[in-house]
């Protein structure tokens, strides 16, 4: 009798047993659904963000591409305004010389406001300047010194025209931060960087043996610069000391771009002392320079650009200047004593004009170095744009 029963016992187990499995079969199907739905909305998600990415990228791009063709429009504007200016100084026998109360740069405000009303509110022209790059110290007028620097000479005879001008002009730093001696051992290394050789210029040179010394370690350049940025990488030269030079130099791609008498800036009219002076004339004697130009320079001008004199030409030649009353007031009437006339010049052939658009959320400044020449044989002008950068590219 007890095995019937256990054998009904049984029998009521494997039936229990047989109503569990689909139970857990279905939350294992839960479970899967679950990941499922969590996969595809993770995917989703991710899509979704790729899209908005891709978007804002397209719409980026597509910004950027626009500000592009707003700089073209400008530079065009520039080159209009330079190929008109030289056709007009043409016709008036003034083919010589360039200065700051030329069509170029009086009328910079009337181009921006041209550009601006053809815009209409599609963008915003936060200033348009066009400077005469030749107004700065172009750093390559350094290259081709062919001799060694003599320490014995004395600093009259030591050094070129050129050379003394920046060693000056490393002096004009506020704070005399740079002495004479820290302006020569500079320039001696920009010497260095501008030469085919690994040959140390005097005292304070540097070739690539030094540079490779460094935590970082690079090569010296041994040709022209390409870029004013270069000065950071020069032996000696502070971040303060490039701070105050970035605005006031060059990378000009011809060595004998040198100063426009006309247009140079009040630092760089300090520069022009007489021959034996190691030291740049002080501020006083460089606005009186600068005043004696037909243009005087105003940095600070609420407006952004120069403000003119009473005057309407500039100096015709380097012989006006050194022989101006206000060079004879500093310097005297004896030969020795006035400034070299040498790497100085009253025209100019390149141009740097600054852009600075805000479109939508995107603001964008650009330079553009312009190159302007005319072929006396075939009496062509033309005006190209042969650099285009930030503020530290020429």
């Not at 891709?54 to 080159?79: D, P």
């Not at 030269?237 to 990378?251: C, F, G, P, R, W």
């Not at 940095?299 to 500039?314: C, I, L, M, T, Y």
């Amino acid at each position: 009798m007890s095995l019937p029963h256990f054998h009904r016992q049984s029998q009521s187990s494997s039936r229990r047993g047989a109503r569990v499995k689909p139970s857990s079969q279905k939350g294992t199907v839960l479970v899967i659904s679950v990941l499922i739905v969590a996969v595809i909305t993770g995917l989703a998600i991710d899509f979704a963000a790729r899209f908005q990415l891709s978007l804002s990228r397209a719409e980026n791009r597509l910004a950027l591409m626009q500000v592009n063709q707003l700089v073209f429009a400008m530079e065009h504007a520039a080159i209009f305004g330079l190929r008109e200016d030289k056709k007009s100084d043409d016709e008036d026998g003034n083919n010589d010389f360039d200065h700051l109360n030329e069509e170029w740069k009086t009328r910079e405000l009337e181009f921006q406001g041209s550009l601006q009303l053809l815009l209409g509110d599609q963008a915003e022209i936060i200033s348009l300047s066009l400077e005469d790059a030749q107004g700065r110290f172009n750093l390559n007028q350094l290259a081709g010194r062919q001799e060694a620097i003599d320490s014995s000479l004395p600093f009259g005879e030591r050094y070129r025209e050129q050379e003394k001008r920046l060693i000056r002009l490393l002096q004009t730093v506020p704070g005399d931060v740079v002495a004479s001696d820290e302006a020569e051992a500079i320039t001696q290394a920009v010497l260095d960087w501008l030469d085919a050789d690994n040959n140390t210029t005097g005292i304070g040179g540097a070739e690539s043996d030094f540079y490779q010394s460094l935590d970082k370690p690079y090569s010296a350049a041994n040709q022209n610069f390409t870029s004013v940025s270069e000065l950071r990488q020069i032996k000696g030269v502070t971040e303060e000391i490039y701070e105050h030079m970035k605005d006031l130099v060059s990378a000009l791609p011809e060595t004998n771009a040198v100063l426009n008498i006309n247009t140079a800036l009040p630092e760089i009219m300090r520069t022009i002392n007489s021959s034996a002076e190691i030291t740049p004339i002080d501020e006083q004697g460089g606005a009186s320079l600068s005043r004696s130009r037909p243009i005087e320079v105003d940095r600070n001008s609420q407006v952004g650009f120069d403000r003119p004199s009473e005057n309407d030409e500039g100096f015709t030649s380097i012989e006006d200047f050194i022989q101006s009353p206000e060079v004879a007031e500093l310097f005297g009437q004896e030969e020795e004593l006035l400034p070299s006339s040498d790497g100085l010049t009253t025209g100019t052939s390149y141009f740097l004009l600054r852009s600075d658009i805000q479109l939508g959320n995107l603001r964008r400044q650009v330079y553009s170095l312009l190159h302007r020449t005319q072929n006396s044989e075939s009496n062509t002008l033309s005006v190209d744009v042969i650099r285009r950068g930030g503020e530290d590219a020429f």
